[in-house]
């Protein structure tokens, strides 16, 4: 991996506690100005990359690194954390508490105040600076925490499950501010077990099963790099009328369509033929996989923990 000026590298990173291997050989990127989704099954090592970027865990093996250069104290101050054991303090006020986290990172008072105040205003808490963070509902102690992460004004963001438990208000506010973030040129890294959100809102995705990157790439490249299927939909042919298709196989089947999946080096248009012979053809077309059916591709469907939010 070469490296970038303006990309998080992590480079060969490898992690293990005893004959548990926590990660091995982790590479991938996340560029300045992308929103990254890190997709995964439980344990599946995504909190202990984040962790090891953070510093708070240190790597048996690799590298991380921010600008072609290796972090340290000093350029982990401009990385803005989001952790899934939200840390903040229940009963400090609000807008002391950012201040408070900005000082930490190396902002000016002055520039921490505002910074904190301006934050307060875009989530919609200004008129509750001087509450108790206890006293907010649950999706305001998430807004605190995504303020918190960005009260630095951090080059990049990493956040782990933001949008766990939001309802959908929260969440637009959420991942608009991401959005803008990346825009802005922020480096943005995100790990969620709600595919269709990652789908939705990503530049890029890295999905890591034990400990591996097993797939990296646009949610459009992760679709072309799946199983070749198509959507047929022929209402006269007999049940089964594919069966005897070398390569071909039934995914799913919703009424008279049929979802196939052909092998490597099987025609399409054969397919298309066998079914032209049943009688008129209504649908013949490549069937787009979701993110969900990518991800159950590349890892394995029997215990998948990773559902669609909307499920």
């Known amino acids: 991996m070469h490296g970038d ?44 990359t984040m962790r090891i970027v953070l510093g708070v865990l ?34 400090m006020r609000l807008l002391e508490q950012l201040v408070y986290l900005g000082e930490l990172h190396g902002t000016a008072g002055a520039d921490a ?36 992460a960005l009260v630095c004004a951090p080059e990049v963001l990493v ?17 608009g501010v991401l959005r803008e973030r990346a825009d802005a040129g922020v480096a943005v890294v995100f790990s969620s077990h709600e595919l269709d959100l990652v789908e939705r809102i990503c530049d890029r995705v890295g999905i890591i099963d034990h400990g591996r990157l097993v797939a990296c790439g646009t949610v459009g490249e992760l679709r ?8 047929v939909d022929v209402p006269d042919a007999p049940q089964g009328w ?9 995914v799913r089947v919703d009424g008279t369509r049929v979802m196939l999946e ?6 399409d248009q054969a397919v298309l033929r066998t079914a032209l012979a049943t009688g008129p053809v209504r649908e013949f077309r490549r069937a787009e996989a979701s993110l969900v059916e990518v991800f159950r591709d590349v890892v394995g469907d029997s215990q998948a923990a990773v559902v669609p939010s909307n499920a």
Not at 161 to 172: H, N
Not at 224 to 231: H, I, K, N, Y
Request: without cysteine; aromatic residues 8%; hydrophobic residues 40%.
């Open 5 to 48: 000026a303006r990309a998080l590298e992590i480079d060969g990173v490898s992690k293990r506690y005893g004959d548990l291997v926590a990660l091995e050989s982790l590479a991938f990127d996340v560029r300045a100005g992308e929103l990254f989704g890190f997709v995964g099954r439980n344990g599946a090592g995504k909190t202990t």
């Open 58 to 91: 240190s790597a048996d093996a690799g590298e991380v690194r921010w600008g072609g250069a290796p972090l340290d104290a000093a350029s982990r101050r401009r990385i803005g954390y989001m952790p899934e054991e939200r840390g903040l303090y229940p009963k």
């Open 113 to 148: 105040r505002r910074a904190a105040a301006d934050w307060l205003e875009r989530f919609g808490l200004a008129d509750r600076r001087y509450d108790e963070l206890q006293a907010l509902s649950h999706g305001n102690q998430q807004r605190m925490q995504l303020a918190a």
């Open 159 to 175: 956040l782990d499950e933001p949008f766990s438990g939001l309802d959908p208000v929260a969440l637009d506010v959420m991942t």
């Open 224 to 231: 072309r790099e799946g199983p070749r299927r198509l959507w």
């Open 242 to 250: 594919f069966e005897h298709l070398p390569g071909v196989s039934a």
């Open 262 to 267: 052909l092998g490597d080096g099987t025609d």
